[in-house]
């Protein structure tokens, strides 16, 4: 299964082709717009979410609410475009001012001195978070497969500016992040949070901090210790990665792992009616492969980088030193970048569950599925 998306934060609206998605798989456009409202949320969130009402259509691939097996196109329109159709038209027309003050942080000069733009919006555009929107409600496809199957993700926030959540107890305390403005689940840290949040508006700062992604319900065997690109772990980290402002990925006990003792770490095995483990320090994957807990991802996220204080930057038409431009912009995207993780991570779950299971309809895979279930629950 593979997609590709495009789309500009301001121009027409974010398009994706869903290719690989087997026949039979149950979807609804609700269950992909629900994703979408939970992306627009959270505490920080800039002036774009007044304007943004994400809703999906779906223009292929799926016939009164089944797939295909087709591909499936799916595109979400930004109502912005219409406040910006004489900036961003595909034909020539009205000139425009050029944005030429990089801000630190975002992909502004390293982008412009790439593709020769002097106008670094033809880099911001297609950088900007907006992106995140389609991947979404990509991941949202990807979700409803895993759903067959009752692999279920979820996320939340762990840290914001500094303020750290006390950890979740149950697995009821994650699945209702979403009633906390900044999806987190200790009660005081998202008060704290909100505190920090707001200062940092106060100082023309931006925050950042780290959320966790989940995934409950994931067999045995999906990833590969064979090769490096088929390591599930990899895949995971490579997927989170690549999400706007992330600049750290960790599975399981993480970065911590690193300055504790091997007895402290590694998770022991225990038989009962099958193989298990009663710690997850490993985050759901061992050797590049699910070992059957559930899987762990957590990221950091740095401060946005349009600063309404803005840090020093060089006018690249003069080369004088001057401030760097202001972007509209969130103060602190944190809680939206988990729902995109749980895209990320789902996305990443749903393709190497058919490269295991892989078939041409739900029904097919469902036998696929049992039989390996069988097999394994034999040895
Ligand atoms: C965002 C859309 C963007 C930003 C923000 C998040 O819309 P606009 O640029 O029109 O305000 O608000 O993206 C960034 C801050 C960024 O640096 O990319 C969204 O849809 O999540």
Not at 169 to 184: F, H, N
Not at 194 to 210: C, F, Q, V, Y
């Amino acid at each position: 299964m593979r997609y590709l998306d495009a789309g500009e934060s301001h121009g027409q609206g974010l398009m994706a082709v869903v290719e690989g998605m087997p026949a039979g798989v149950p979807l609804q456009v609700e269950k992909i717009n629900v994703d979408l409202r939970r992306r627009q949320g959270g505490y920080g969130r800039g002036g774009r979410m007044k304007i943004e009402r994400d809703q999906v259509k779906i223009l292929s691939g799926i016939r009164g609410g089944l797939t295909l097996g087709s591909p499936i196109g799916l595109l979400i329109e930004n109502r912005d475009w219409a406040n910006w159709q004489g900036l961003f038209h595909p034909s020539p027309g009205k000139t425009w001012e050029p944005l030429f003050r990089p801000r630190p942080g975002h992909a502004d000069l390293a982008g412009g001195l790439k593709y020769g733009q002097r106008d670094l919006r033809n880099i911001l555009e297609r950088a900007s978070a907006r992106g995140t929107a389609v991947r979404v409600a990509v991941g949202a496809v990807a979700k409803a497969l895993l759903a067959q199957f009752d692999i279920q993700i979820a996320s939340h926030v762990l840290s914001i500016g500094g303020v750290m959540a006390l950890p979740p107890s149950s697995k009821e305390d994650i699945l209702g992040a979403d009633q906390s403005p900044v999806r987190c689940v200790d009660p005081k840290a998202s008060q704290e949070m909100m505190g920090a949040i707001d200062e940092a508006r106060k100082a023309g700062e931006s925050l950042g901090g780290i959320f966790e992604v989940i995934a409950w319900g994931v067999p045995v065997g999906l990833g590969s210790h064979v090769h490096w690109d088929r390591r599930l772990d990899s895949r995971l980290a490579a997927a989170m990665m690549s999400i706007q402002g992330i600049k750290g990925v960790e599975l399981g006990r993480g970065f911590e792992a690193a300055f504790l003792m091997g007895s402290q770490v590694h998770d022991e095995i225990h038989y009962d009616r099958g193989y298990l483990r009663r710690t997850n320090n490993a985050g759901g994957v061992e050797g590049g492969i699910s070992n059957g807990e559930p899987i762990v991802v957590r990221a950091a996220m740095k401060p946005i980088p349009t600063l309404y204080r803005p840090l020093k930057s060089v006018d690249m038409l003069s080369k004088e030193r001057v401030e760097a431009s202001i972007e509209r912009s969130d103060i602190c995207a944190v809680p939206a970048a988990a729902i995109v993780g749980e895209a990320a991570t789902a996305w990443v779950l749903a393709q190497s569950f058919l490269e295991k299971f892989g078939g041409d309809s739900l029904d097919e895979i469902k036998r696929n599925y049992r039989g390996y279930l069988k097999e394994v629950a034999d040895r």
